[in-house]
Antibody, heavy 122, light 107 residues
Framework: QVHLVQSGAEVKKPGASLKVSCKTF????????LVWVRQAPGQRFECLGW????????QYGQAFQGRVSLTGDRSLSTAFMDLSRLTSDDTAIYYC???????????????WGQGTVVIVSS | DIQMTQSPSSLSASVGDRVTVTCRAS??????VAWYQQVPGKAPKVLLY???ILESGVPSRFSGSVSGTTYSLTISSLQPEDFATYYC?????????FGGGTKVEIK
């Protein structure tokens, strides 16, 4: 069964860094792009970026340039999202999702992780 | 960035009603649109992609259409399990963008 399992909730201080993992099951890790999105309270979904697990190619949202890094470990079938210099505006639920309906990153997100709640507070 | 303007932001409807939600794209996105359903505390679930292709396992009362740059999600006969929030997403550009959501509530 295809599914994604993310790491657990995090509470961080402003200025700290965050690392969220996304372990994939039931399909070939390198076959589909993985997209990271977040949902802040009262805000629409926002895309942080995506990674091609086969080549390691990444693309980041302009709002996160210089603060976000997406990586993948094919031996673990796991993707990682690092976000630095956190502020209270980064309080959100973070999701990884597979771009499985389309072509490369131009795809609808057919499988989602369960979400990781991140709270940034002093 | 491509903007997706979704309307209405909320609506009240009864079981059995026909409901339509729309998203207007700021430019041509060539049917690269997906619709998602989200219930509180859960991740979104894809309903349709490529504007009108029904995801496997999704009931046929859900359908999608497009006219120009305006995309629509229609639920032909609302069921109790359909009360949720619905989002559109464009995946034509380098980074996907989402509509603001439509909360469907029980009248």
């Amino acid at each position: 069964q295809v599914h994604l399992v993310q790491s657990g909730a995090e509470v961080k201080k402003p200025g700290a860094s965050l690392k969220v993992s996304c372990k994939t099951f039931g399909y070939t890790f390198s076959a589909y792009h993985l997209v990271w999105v977040r949902q802040a309270p009262g805000q629409r979904f926002e895309c942080l970026g995506w990674i091609n697990p086969y080549t390691g190619e990444t693309q980041y949202g302009q709002a996160f340039q210089g603060r976000v890094s997406l990586t993948g470990d094919r031996s673990l079938s796991t993707a990682f999202m690092d976000l630095s210099r956190l502020t209270s505006d980064d309080t959100a639920i973070y999701y990884c999702a597979r771009a499985g309906r389309g072509y490369e990153h131009h795809g609808a997100l057919d499988v989602w992780g369960q979400g990781t709640v991140v709270i940034v507070s002093s | 960035d491509i903007q997706m303007t979704q309307s209405p932001s909320s609506l009240s409807a009864s079981v059995g009603d026909r409901v339509t939600v729309t998203c207007r794209a700021s430019e041509d996105i060539y049917k690269s649109v997906a619709w998602y359903q989200q219930v509180p505390g859960k991740a979104p679930k894809v309903l349709l992609y490529a504007a009108s292709i029904l995801e496997s396992g999704v009931p046929s009362r859900f359908s999608g259409s497009v006219s120009g740059t305006t995309y629509s999600l229609t639920i032909s006969s609302l069921q109790p399990e359909d009360f949720a929030t619905y989002y559109c997403q464009q995946y034509y550009s380098l980074l996907a963008t989402f509509g603001g959501g439509t909360k469907v509530e029980i009248k």
